[in-house]
């Protein structure tokens, strides 16, 4: 049996496709499982990626939905089909380096009680330029369920994609897979269940690149609703199991910070004559918090962050 999977879903993803599936083939660890799913594409993803298996063959297994199930569903189906214990996510866009599955494979030789890791990125544009990223992150290398939900209640998903996640399946057998019911926060909510059974591990290198472009579920003006909507209900949990003056904390960040943030996407949508969306936000929104009151946070933390004080306004508000 293979010590790493690597698991590729694919929908419509025709333009990047070859090269990010060349660049995982290209992997300096060998031999490892590649599998992936085609989610009833409608481009020729599948074309695609049979072109390649014929190029390197033996070394892709292709699974295919015949109906489009969405993301999490196909990554649970990925999940289940891989036997390898150690399963590294990939996506459609993204590019990994050369080093990527043995440094992955190390990591988590060396921390066995790990049950995910995540690494760092180096991002890229459209065209494979790359975006210059100055942010730096202090996080630590194993991360305890306590100082993810501190980081997660102050800053949202840990991760910056599911592709820069592995995960080890055997510290995972009680918790199940991915909920298939959520459309955009599925991996944030796994995440954090994980978090509650093992260790969350930082692996301090860039070992892919990480598109940005505007065809990502992420950037479109439809996920923003389930994406707030979702993210609330996984706060609300994050908030339920912090303890102590650290839950007390989790409620004024939510408040001073989260909250506002989805004020702002409210506006957003506005500003998009998105307004069936928006309408949605709204009534959202105006059912959980009072939305005067919700107006006059996100006016006070819009003026602060253009005086460059937001943070520290922060502070004061949560201490």
Not at 201 to 213: N, Q, V
Request: glycine content about 4%; aromatic content about 10%.
């Amino acid at each position: 049996m293979h010590k790493i999977a690597v698991i590729l879903p694919v929908y419509n993803g025709c333009r990047y496709l070859e090269q990010s599936i060349v660049s995982v083939l290209n992997q300096t660890l060998s031999p490892f499982e590649f599998l992936i799913c085609d989610d009833g594409s409608t481009d020729k993803s599948i074309d695609t990626i049979k072109n390649i298996q014929q190029k390197y063959p033996g070394r892709i297994k292709l699974l295919v939905n015949m109906k489009n199930l969405g993301l999490f569903a196909t990554l649970n189906i990925l999940l289940e089909a891989a036997t390898a214990n150690l399963v590294h996510i990939w996506s459609q866009d993204d590019i990994m380096h050369p080093e990527c599955l043995s440094e992955c494979l190390k990591f988590h030789s060396n921390n066995p009680n790990v049950g995910m890791s995540y690494h760092s990125v180096e991002y890229i544009d459209e065209n494979n330029n790359i975006i210059r990223n100055e942010s730096i992150d202090n996080t630590p290398q194993i991360i305890p369920v306590q100082l993810y939900l501190n980081i997660c209640i102050r800053f949202g998903c840990i991760t910056d994609n599911i592709s820069t996640v592995t995960i080890d399946k055997t510290k995972i057998k009680n918790i199940g897979f991915f909920n298939k019911d959520l459309k955009v926060s599925g991996d944030f909510e796994f995440w954090t269940r994980i978090a509650q059974n093992s260790d969350i591990g930082r692996i301090d290198k860039k070992l892919i690149y990480l598109r940005r472009h505007q065809q990502q579920l992420s950037r479109s003006y439809s996920s923003i609703y389930p994406r707030i909507a979702e993210d609330m209900e996984i706060h609300a949990k994050i908030i339920s199991l912090l303890m102590g003056k650290e839950k007390s904390q989790g409620i004024k960040f939510n408040k001073y910070k989260t909250q506002p943030s989805y004020f702002n996407d409210l506006l957003f949508l506005i500003s998009k004559k998105e307004y069936i969306e928006a309408k949605k936000a709204f009534m959202l929104l105006n059912a959980n918090t009072n939305i005067l009151s919700l107006f006059l946070r996100w006016s006070i933390f819009t003026i602060s962050r253009k005086f460059k004080v937001d943070k520290k306004l922060i502070r004061i508000l949560t201490t």
